[in-house]
């Protein structure tokens, strides 16, 4: 499994930007480079849902929700994945989990995002 470390949660005002990290210190670069990579949420009384995710060679996938507004990058070097959120909403308040998948899955401890109107 992949230890993954977050960062970056926090309030904002609608329209407002945020940026959320995840490392993974512990995890060697090309085992980090196998895994997809992934930011999921999970607001209260909901599912947990993918936002966005990307492989090692960079191809991302989004949720329709956040298209045009989230962005995810990843630095296989430097074994880190970021989840840029511009233009927030309301809706985007929820708890922001880091997420590696290869053979094994493996979850972050979570991040709150919370996001007023």
């Known amino acids: 499994q992949v230890r993954l470390v977050e960062s970056g949660g926090g309030s904002v005002l609608a329209g407002g930007s945020l940026r959320l990290s995840c490392a993974a210190p512990r995890t060697i670069t090309s085992v980090f480079r196998a895994n997809v990579m992934a930011w999921y949420r999970q607001a209260p009384g909901k599912q947990r849902e993918l936002v966005a995710s990307i492989t090692g060679g960079g191809t991302t996938v989004y949720a329709e929700s956040v298209k045009g507004r989230f962005t995810i990058y990843r630095d296989n070097s430097r074994k880190t994945v970021t989840l840029q959120m511009t233009s927030l909403k309301a809706e985007d308040t929820a708890m922001y989990y880091c997420?590696?998948?290869?053979?094994?899955?493996?979850w972050g401890q979570g991040t709150q995002v919370t996001v007023s109107s």
């Open positions: 997420h590696a998948r290869d053979v094994e899955e493996s």
